[in-house]
């Protein structure tokens, strides 16, 4: 009897030691889903929300170009001319196209126009009002044979004029808008670094 109370009682330990080192474990917690969301890269692509906080991948880097440097393009200056009071012409140039200066002569020819006879009958001794009046007019100048018009010119209210021209050979044509007052062509010579002084008589036809 001793003996099987015994047994019972060893049988009886080794269960609660058995039941004592059963441990309980968790089921391991299935994975979240994240939502079929997507985002635009700026370069056009896009991109879905993954991890653990379902949080929107990174974007790409933008890849680095480079842009080709272009050679600056030829400055085309507008096709005009200014005419300067010597008969030459200056162009715009630069890369503002910018009209240089004319240039600065030192020649020419200077004078006045006067315009007579103002009295019908010359009197002895002359009458101080019937002398020569000065005279506005205009004066286109030509080469010497006349087949090139260089330049034009008008006079002051007083008669007088100045005009630079190159050291040539030159024809003064007197401009009529009538019959009369009519002027008279002349040929004049102008030498380097001096201005010719020039006398341009128009006529008024009284006689």
Do not use: H
Not at 47 to 52: K, T, Y
């Amino acid at each position: 009897m001793k003996k099987i109370i015994i047994v019972l009682s060893a049988i009886f330990s080794l269960a609660a030691g058995c039941q004592s080192a059963i441990v309980t474990q968790t089921p391991p917690a299935k994975p979240g889903a994240c939502t079929l969301e997507a985002k635009q890269c700026p370069d056009g692509s896009y991109v879905g929300r993954s991890g653990p906080n379902c949080e929107f991948a990174a974007c790409p880097e933008p890849k680095a170009t480079t842009t080709p440097t272009q050679p600056p393009s030829p400055v085309v200056c507008p096709q005009i001319a200014l005419a300067c009071p010597d008969g030459s012409y200056v162009k715009p140039e630069g890369p503002n196209c910018k009209i240089p200066d004319c240039p600065t002569l030192t020649s020419g020819i200077e004078g006045k126009i006067t315009l007579g006879p103002t009295c019908p009958v010359e009197r002895m001794p002359p009458d101080p009002n019937c002398a020569d009046k000065p005279y506005q007019a205009m004066v286109i100048v030509k080469t010497a044979d006349g087949q090139k018009e260089i330049t034009r010119f008008t006079s002051q209210t007083d008669g007088t004029f100045k005009q630079a021209l190159k050291p040539g050979t030159y024809l003064l044509v007197s401009v009529s808008a009538q019959v009369y007052p009519r002027g008279v062509q002349q040929t004049v010579i102008v030498n380097a670094n001096t201005f010719s002084q020039v006398t341009i008589s128009y006529d008024t036809g009284i006689r």
